[in-house]
């Protein structure tokens, strides 16, 4: 089913235009949170909930970013989401941010645990406060929004919550053991709280994304070398983008995946 009124956003060239995509009615008027939604993967994240309709609320260190794609949003004809600059390092500010953005928006139905950092590091060049603050990101905010989200999600008799992981670390990639370290736990977190969850008919989905082509990564860690290892492993041609990850997210968000849970969904064009 698809919406003709809805106006989609403009994504790079191998992006379907809309009509190709699935609709989900049932995350229409939702509300959803995202971590780190004001660039790459999170911002496409925010954008195709959005475009489903859904009321989102996210939180990003990035300000002019996150200013900037909601007013894309805005521009062409969507409720811009809510958002707020917030380091999630600071698990009080990040639980008094998705507080405010559910007194805004209602009790979310989806979480969506997406920030993270893939800073490059040697085993040697760790400090134990630097370890710390790798997974002051990359681990420990999941944990605490889930802690946040999952009351309103009671209230309303379900929800979804979608962890963001990495194949990077299923696949031995390098120059990261912090990062590997933080993201190989997102199963963990993500099995270890299904039961509990489940109960209340909240489900809790890991999506591992393969090397997605943000900003980011194109500017600081893809060359020649990088794109030799793209054509050796991938199954598939094309790189993968962001809204590639966000399609799996919608679903796993919406109705359609109601008897999903405690999975990893991976998003790698076959390289893992």
Avoid at 251 to 267: G, H, I, N, P, Y
Wanted: glycine letters at 8%.
């Amino acid at each position: 089913m698809t919406n003709p009124s809805t106006t989609p956003l403009k994504h790079p060239s191998t992006q379907p235009t809309w009509g190709d995509l699935a609709h989900f009615p049932s995350l229409r008027k939702r509300s959803v949170f995202v971590t780190g939604g004001g660039s790459g993967i999170g911002a496409a994240i925010v954008a195709a909930f959005v475009e489903q309709g859904a009321r989102v609320g996210f939180v990003d260190v990035a300000e002019q970013a996150s200013e900037a794609l909601a007013q894309q949003l805005s521009d062409a004809g969507h409720e811009p989401p809510w958002w707020r600059v917030c380091d999630v390092r600071d698990v009080a500010a990040l639980q008094a941010a998705m507080a405010q953005a559910a007194q805004a928006l209602g009790d979310f139905s989806v979480l969506v645990n997406n920030v993270a950092s893939d800073d490059r590091h040697s085993l040697e060049s760790v400090t134990p406060d630097y370890y710390d603050q790798r997974m002051a990101i990359n681990e420990r905010p999941a944990f605490f929004a889930i802690q946040a989200a999952v009351p309103g999600m009671r209230r309303l008799g379900s929800g979804s919550v979608i962890n963001l992981g990495s194949t990077g670390w299923q696949t031995k990639g390098a120059a990261y053991p912090c990062y590997a370290i933080a993201k190989s736990s997102v199963n963990g977190l993500t099995r270890g709280l299904a039961k509990t969850l489940g109960q209340d008919r909240i489900r809790i989905n890991t999506v591992s994304p393969g090397w997605v082509m943000t900003e980011r990564q194109i500017q600081l860690w893809l060359d020649a070398e990088g794109e030799q290892d793209i054509q050796r492993n991938q199954c598939l041609p094309d790189k993968l983008r962001p809204h590639d990850i966000a399609r799996m997210v919608l679903f796993l968000a919406s109705d359609d995946a109601a008897m999903c849970t405690a999975q990893e969904f991976k998003v790698d064009a076959g390289w893992a």
